[in-house]
């Protein structure tokens, strides 16, 4: 198994660094290269937990379209790797330069051209932080709604290389469903337009959605165009707490069933709010075993508190001990900055984790939740699980003291907790992607037809391989 705890370097060419620095300053700018190794060094990672950095052999930061078409050509008649990158918060190395050549960090091309409510779309550049749009388009009346928990930091192209997702994907989908069109350069350095500005349009093979979740292996994005739909005016969140996590785990299959769709329904189990619970956050019950985090929105109040009224009389029937609505917007935002802190949290348990995010039909998350358990007895190690239960995409924490002495033992739990996944027709990655992290888990969910199929597709974007190679495929 590949996991961050074992991922190396591929093989790196020989590069004349000086040599290619002058040409990448005659494109961008000689403020907008970096060759020492200092500076360097940031690029060579991303949130990854375990994964040794891998630094590049030079980074360039271009300004438009024109300047990342001249570098990709002109890396690509050196016959160099070019990995393109936006702020560096995934968490399975899909930005990290594993056979070195130039990162085309695209930072700086941060705009937002346009917001037009008449065709309800924005066309941004790839640069831009997805809170920071968020927050714009909101304030104009409008709403973006994928929310993955790195937000505040992440950028808009980095969202649809890995076609984020986040809590309130379990009403309004992923990345792919807003993403109508875009401009990008291919590895040849040829500039092109995939998609539409429309609502609606079939023509052709949809090449856009190709790119969203492509991780940067066929093409570098430089414009997207997104749909944006009217904010909902009322929002409401709420806590259920439950005495087990099969209680928690048989109520978000129960609320979805009764055709109550909440905008977000977040699982923590025991280990989770454990590791919570010192932080001064929100207060769970101090005898819970596992909660869920539920928010509606609507139109009209009356509306979201009879979906919320309805979600708690299915969990009360399910077992919940207590079901908590956020009585002001300080408390919501408790809610939610609690729930933010989750990753952090377990992993100050002991020092040291690895994170496995998985997805299952939301109909097996029960029985997922109930093999967590045992997988963990079964290896020695604690293992628990927080994440979007609402689309049974479990973010699965594998707790230990030793990231040496127990490495065997960790890859091996790892392992079955993805088996485990797929045995309930689910997925080895539920929004992080593949990257570095997970080339070979993807052999046990394809068969090598489908892998070859999509090996054949990055050829033909890319017929020299130079575009983020090493990732994705083993």
């Not at 590791?275 to 819970?288: Q, S």
């Not at 049974?392 to 790892?414: M, R, S, T």
């Amino acid at each position: 198994m590949s996991s961050a705890l074992s991922v190396t370097a591929g093989t790196r060419r020989a590069v004349d660094t000086a040599r290619l620095g002058r040409l990448l300053r005659d494109i961008c700018g000689p403020s907008h290269v970096k060759t020492d190794a200092d500076a360097l060094a940031p690029y060579g990672h991303d949130e990854t937990h375990g994964l040794t950095p891998i630094p590049p052999d030079a980074v360039v930061l271009p300004g438009n379209t024109r300047e990342v078409a001249e570098v990709m050509r002109a890396c690509a008649s050196l016959e160099l790797p070019v990995v393109p990158r936006g702020a560096g918060t995934g968490r399975s190395g899909g930005c990290v330069p594993a056979h070195g050549g130039v990162v085309v960090a695209l930072t700086r091309m941060a705009a937002v051209n346009e917001i037009d409510p008449s065709d309800g779309v924005a066309v941004v550049e790839p640069g831009v932080i997805l809170g920071a749009f968020q927050q714009r388009v909101e304030a104009e009346g409008w709403f973006y709604p994928p929310d993955p928990a790195s937000l505040a930091d992440c950028t808009l192209g980095g969202n649809v290389a890995e076609n984020a997702g986040g809590p309130r994907a379990v009403k309004y989908g992923v990345t792919r469903d807003y993403l109508l069109g875009l401009e990008a350069v291919l590895p040849t350095g040829e500039t092109v337009r995939m998609g539409r500005r429309s609502q609606k349009g079939v023509a052709g093979y949809d090449l856009a959605g190709l790119m969203c979740g492509s991780e940067g292996t066929l093409a570098i994005l430089t414009s997207l165009t997104l749909r944006i739909i009217p904010r909902p005016p009322v929002v409401q969140t709420g806590v259920m707490a439950f005495a087990s996590a099969q209680d928690a785990a048989r109520t978000v299959t129960a609320v979805l069933a009764r055709g109550i769709r909440p905008r977000t329904l977040e699982y923590l189990d025991a280990l989770t709010l454990d590791a919570v619970r010192p932080l001064g956050g929100y207060a769970f019950p101090a005898d819970a075993r596992a909660a869920l985090i539920i928010e509606a929105d609507g139109v009209s109040e009356d509306a979201v508190w009879e979906e919320l009224r309805r979600a708690a009389e299915v969990a009360t029937a399910h077992g919940a001990q207590e079901v908590v609505l956020a009585q002001d917007e300080a408390q919501r935002r408790r809610i939610w900055d609690t729930r933010h802190k989750l990753s952090a949290a377990t992993r100050q348990l002991t020092g040291h984790k690895v994170s496995e995010d998985v997805v299952v039909p939301r109909g097996r998350v029960p029985e997922m939740v109930a093999r967590l358990a045992a997988t963990g007895e079964r290896h020695g190690l604690r293992v628990g699980a927080f994440g979007h239960a609402g689309d049974g995409n479990l973010h699965v924490q594998v707790i230990f003291n030793d990231p040496v002495a127990q490495k065997a033992q960790v890859e091996a739990c790892l392992r079955e907790v993805t088996v485990e996944a797929l045995q309930l027709g689910g997925s080895v990655s539920g929004e992080h992607g593949v990257g570095l992290a997970k080339r070979a888990l993807l052999e046990l969910e394809q068969g090598p037809e489908v892998i070859a199929l999509q090996k054949r597709i990055k050829a033909a974007f890319d017929p020299r391989g130079i575009l983020n190679p090493g990732k994705v495929f083993p």
